[in-house]
C-alpha cells in the first residue's frame, strides 16, 4: 500500500487494523517489520496521501477500492487440518464491508488464498440488503521478502482477476488504472478470477519444486564427489531452466512457500487428483529431509555426540534482509540439536528473542513448559564472536552478507579444537577456512577427506 502512496500521489491509502499497537507503530518511527527501502517509502507519503487507523468502519464506508490483506494460516484442527488454508479472516473482512458500507465498492483480494475464495466473499457482500454492487477482484502479490519495495516499483508483472461479465471487466480497469500509473500496461495481466487466485499458490509451488530439486541433487553430490555449484551453473545455462532458485541449501522457510504447497495439495486431493497432490506434497517432503539430513551430519561429524557441547548458530531468520522466522529451517536445526544436548547460541542481526522462541512454540511446540531448560538450552548472542567464542563449531543458517566479512581467523582461535564448520548456505569460502585450520562440511560439496580424486 505504501508503494502505491508513493506512486499515486493523487489516491489516498489508508492502512487500517484492529491492533491498535500495530498501527501505533506504522505511525512511528520503528515500524513493526523489517524491509529494506520500506521507512523511506512511508516516510515519505505518511500524513500526505498514506494513512494509518484503526477506524476501520469509517475506512470502508468512504473507500472505493478495498484490499483485503490479511492473515491466511494453514488450519491446525478440523478437516484439512495441517493442509487446507483457514479462511475465516477473509469471511470477516467481507462480513463487515457488508455491515458498514453505504456505498457500491470494488473489493480485492489481495491475500493469498484457495482457488474459489472469491466465491465465498462474493456471497457475503452479496446478501448486504442494502441493494449494493460489490465488484471481487483477485490481484495476488508476487514479492520477496527483502526486495519486496524494488519487487513492487518494478514488478515483473501484476495480475488482476475478476468477473468476466461487464460490471466485472469495468472493476479490473478501474484497477489496472491505478498500477497503470507506474506499471507498463503489457506487464499488467488480466484473468478471470480463478486463475488469479490460483496462479498465486502455483507460482510459490513452481519456486519451492526448484529449491527442492537441487536440494535433492546436493545429497547426490555429497555420495558421489559432485559440486552442487557447478551442476547449478551448468544446468542454470540451459535459458529452457535459468539460474534463478537453484541455490542448494538447508532449505525453504518463510510464510509461503510450505503453506502454498499444503494448500495446493489439499486442493488436489478435495478434487480427487490424489496423484496430483502426492507430486506437490513430495516438495514438502523433500524440503523436511534437507532440514533433518543437515542437522544429522552435524551431529555424526562431530563424533556422533553433541550433548552438553556448546553449539554457534549464525542465522535464524530464513533468509537474510528480514526479521521473519516463520518456518526458518535454523528453528527445525535448533530443535535437533536441543534434542541431542546440545546448548546452542543464536546470533541473527535482525531476529529478537522473542519472536524466536514465539516460532518455535507455534511451529515446533517447543515451549518453557514442555521443554524446561529451554532458556538453558538457546542463548542469544549480541555478536556473532561471542556467539563461537568457546564453541565446538558454528552452523551458516542465513545468508547474511555480514557473514562473509568476519575475521574468521579470530574466531577459529576462541573456538574449542577441532573447529567444526557447517555452511548451510555455501556462503563462505571453504578452502580459506580450511587453510586456518577449521574441518568444513557444505550443502552439496564433497568432504575432501572422503575423496583422492577431487
Not at 317 to 341: C, H, I, Q, Y
Amino acid at each position: 500500500m505504501a508503494v502505491i502512496a508513493k506512486n499515486c500521489p493523487k489516491i489516498r491509502v489508508t492502512v487500517v487494523d484492529i491492533s491498535q499497537k500495530q498501527i501505533d507503530a506504522w505511525n512511528s518511527n520503528d515500524l513493526p517489520i523489517y524491509e529494506p527501502g520500506l521507512p523511506e517509502v512511508v516516510d515519505e507519503c505518511r500524513g500526505k496521501n498514506l494513512f494509518f487507523s484503526t477506524d476501520v468502519a469509517k475506512e470502508i464506508d468512504e473507500a472505493d477500492i478495498i484490499f483485503i490483506s490479511v492473515n491466511t494460516p494453514t488450519k491446525t484442527q478440523g478437516i484439512g487440518a495441517g493442509r487446507a488454508a483457514n479462511i475465516k479472516n477473509c469471511e470477516l473482512c467481507a462480513r463487515k464491508i457488508a455491515e458498514v458500507a453505504t456505498s457500491n465498492k470494488i473489493v480485492v483480494e489481495k491475500s493469498t488464498v484457495p482457488v474459489r475464495t472469491a466465491d465465498a466473499v462474493r456471497r457475503v457482500l452479496k446478501v448486504n440488503h442494502k441493494g449494493l454492487d460489490f465488484q471481487v477482484l483477485s490481484n495476488p502479490e508476487f514479492l520477496a521478502e527483502g526486495t519486496a519495495i524494488d519487487d513492487l516499483m518494478d514488478p515483473s508483472r501484476v495480475l488482476i482477476g475478476g468477473q468476466q461479465t461487464p460490471e466485472g471487466l469495468k472493476a479490473i480497469e478501474t484497477l489496472v488504472s491505478v498500477y497503470a500509473q507506474w506499471v507498463p500496461r503489457e506487464q499488467i495481466i488480466t484473468t478471470n478470477l480463478w486463475s488469479s487466485e490460483l496462479s498465486k499458490l502455483v507460482a510459490n509451488a513452481f519456486l519451492a519444486q526448484r529449491v527442492s530439486s537441487i536440494n535433492s541433487i546436493s545429497a547426490l553430490c555429497e555420495a558421489t564427489g559432485a559440486n552442487v555449484r557447478e551442476i547449478s551453473r551448468a544446468v542454470g545455462s540451459d535459458v529452457r531452466i535459468g539460474s534463478r532458485f537453484l541455490s542448494s541449501s538447508v532449505g525453504f522457510g518463510g510464510s509461503c512457500f510450505q503453506k502454498d504447497i499444503l494448500n495446493l495439495v489439499y486442493l488436489c486431493e478435495t478434487y480427487g487428483l490424489h496423484e496430483c497432490a502426492e507430486y506437490w506434497n513430495q516438495v514438502i517432503k523433500l524440503n523436511d529431509y534437507q532440514k533433518k539430513r543437515f542437522s544429522e551430519k552435524m551431529v555424526s561429524r562431530m563424533f556422533n555426540t553433541v550433548t552438553g557441547k556448546k553449539l554457534a548458530i549464525l542465522g535464524f531468520a530464513f533468509k537474510k534482509d528480514t526479521g521473519d522466522v516463520r518456518e526458518t529451517p535454523s528453528m527445525f536445526v535448533v530443535r535437533d540439536l536441543m534434542a541431542e544436548g546440545a546448548k546452542i547460541h543464536v546470533y541473527d542481526p535482525q531476529v529478537k528473542r522473542e519472536d524466536m522462541f514465539s516460532e518455535m512454540a507455534y511451529t515446533c511446540n517447543v515451549t518453557k513448559e514442555n521443554t524446561p531448560r529451554l532458556e538453558e538450552l538457546v542463548t542469544t548472542s549480541p555478536d556473532a564472536y561471542t556467539a563461537c567464542e568457546g564453541s565446538h563449531a558454528f552452523a551458516v543458517l542465513t545468508e547474511w552478507d555480514e557473514f562473509k566479512t568476519y575475521d574468521f581467523q579470530r574466531i577459529y582461535e576462541s573456538m574449542a579444537k577441532p573447529a567444526f564448520v557447517f555452511d548451510g548456505r555455501n556462503l563462505l569460502d571453504h578452502e580459506k577456512l580450511r587453510e586456518i585450520g577449521f574441518e568444513v562440511y557444505a550443502i552439496g560439496k564433497p568432504d575432501p577427506s572422503d575423496f583422492d580424486d577431487l
